[in-house]
């Protein structure tokens, strides 16, 4: 147990760095993702075309394998941010990674949340008159929103483990620092991993808790 | 495809239609150019030494030799071999905790219960790094176990969810035969249950062969390790090229397979019981069930 109390300031580090992953990949991700539903639900053909293609590669990439592309092929093309530290650089990349690598589930997610919204409700918004835009933006989206907040959130919960991926890429999260600190302290392991296991737990089951409230009170609504 | 979201465009709106792919096109084709004109470019290291351009033979010869190609079929076959073992692994260990979820002792139930949660907010990388360092077993084995646990947790949840949308009359007339509990649930809702859920099940596998790429981390020699492993034997220059040559290799043999996984969704998903096929359809019509369950875990 000492170990941890004694690493726990690199730890904490760690934690608060998997947040900050989370938080920035989490919001661009369900940024680009609802731009990629939306274009994945226009009427336009190329634009479907191009958010499919999209889509069925990233999803079909193994996640290690995009953020090996970030951290060590695009340094090696030279197109790396730079004016910042290595530390810093890492972080950079590996949250456009990972927010590229989670966009297409959260576009399928809204997509299959626009799906289940009754027929009806597109019908009589396009009888009143309202064009393509307006259907989506004021009848469509604000109910199917409400419909995919739990599946939105299992994709932030998958995307809070998938933040472990990046400790393998050089940036210094839970997995990094507890890589660091067992390289300090190899004969507490078990003790290390296990606060590791905990901070993860204590992000995962709190958003899970989120999800089940949500998807109560949706069910009620409904 | 016609939605009622918008109706059968007129002249002028295939005309806008026209002109904005149109644009389209031309924006990926821009982006496109740009990055194979960034890639074909002659480059200049920090030294000041010129290198081709990533398309320059020199950086592809490798690929004529025999031995390069054995080596990627070699690490090929290891990724196939982690993703055969554990998927084995999973299917098992999902059938034990099904069991364990449902059971009507709640002795055995909280239990599973609590474990099975355990197990799913984990991250499989840190499960993989905790076998490799306390077991202090092989890589492989370390992989194995962590994909076939992981995934074991969510196949469970998956069966036990297909167990729970199943008619309850099934049950009722099962023990009304005569059968114990336990063989009702083995002959009767077990089977049922499994191949409503086929294709969410064979997507989780798909998900599970892409996470092999796990191992890499913990030093497993799968196909992505043959970026560094190639490019330290045969030279730094050879870096990118192999990586274009994983990658095409992954996204041909994922592709392939969710497309499988598709037509066996579509073979044997769409009847009555399965709990997320809606009854009715929805804006875009029927939905298929592997396209709306996949997560990125």
Known sequence: ?222 | MSTVLYDVPGPKARRTARIIGVVVAIVVAALLIWVIVTLALPRTTATGAQQPGYFDPSRWDIFNDRAVWRRIGGNYLNTLKMAGLAAVFAIIIGVLFSFGRTAKLAAVRIPTTVVLEFFRGMPVLLMMLFTLLVFSVEAYWAGVAALAVYNGALIGEILRSGIAALPRGQREAGLTIGLTPLSTRFLIEFPQAARNMLPIIIAQLVVLLKDTALAYVIAYPELLRLVPNLSNFYGDRYRVSIFIVVFAIYLIMNLLLSWVARIVARRTGPQAGSPRIPRRGGIFGRRRVTETVTSPH
């Open chain 1, 1 to 222: 147990m000492d170990a941890v109390i004694e690493n726990f300031p690199l730890l904490w580090g760690g934690f608060l760095r998997t947040l900050a992953l989370l938080g920035i990949a989490g919001v661009s991700a369900m940024l680009l993702g609802t731009l990629v539903a939306g274009m994945r639900l226009s009427p336009i053909s190329s634009m479907r075309t191009v958010a499919t293609v999209y889509t069925e590669v990233l999803r079909n990439t193994p996640l290690t394998l995009v953020l090996f592309g970030f951290a060590v092929i695009v340094p090696i093309l030279g197109l790396q941010p730079r004016g910042v530290d290595s530390q810093t650089q890492f972080f950079i990349l590996a949250a456009i990674g990972l927010s590229l690598y989670t966009s297409p589930f959260i576009a399928e997610a809204i997509r299959s949340g626009v799906n289940s919204i009754p027929v009806g409700q597109a019908e009589a918004a396009r009888s009143i008159g309202l064009g393509f835009g307006q259907t989506l933006s004021s009848v469509v989206l604000p109910q199917a929103i409400r419909m995919v907040i739990p599946p939105l959130i299992n994709v932030l919960i998958a995307l809070t483990k998938n933040t472990s991926v990046a400790g393998g890429f050089f940036v210094v999260e839970l997995i990094g620092a507890s890589r660091k600190a067992i390289n300090d302290r190899g004969d507490e392991v078990i003790a290390i991993l296990l606060s590791v296991a905990f901070f993860y737990l204590l992000v995962t089951i709190t958003l899970g808790r989120i999800a089940a409230v949500v998807e109560k009170r949706v069910a009620v609504l409904r």
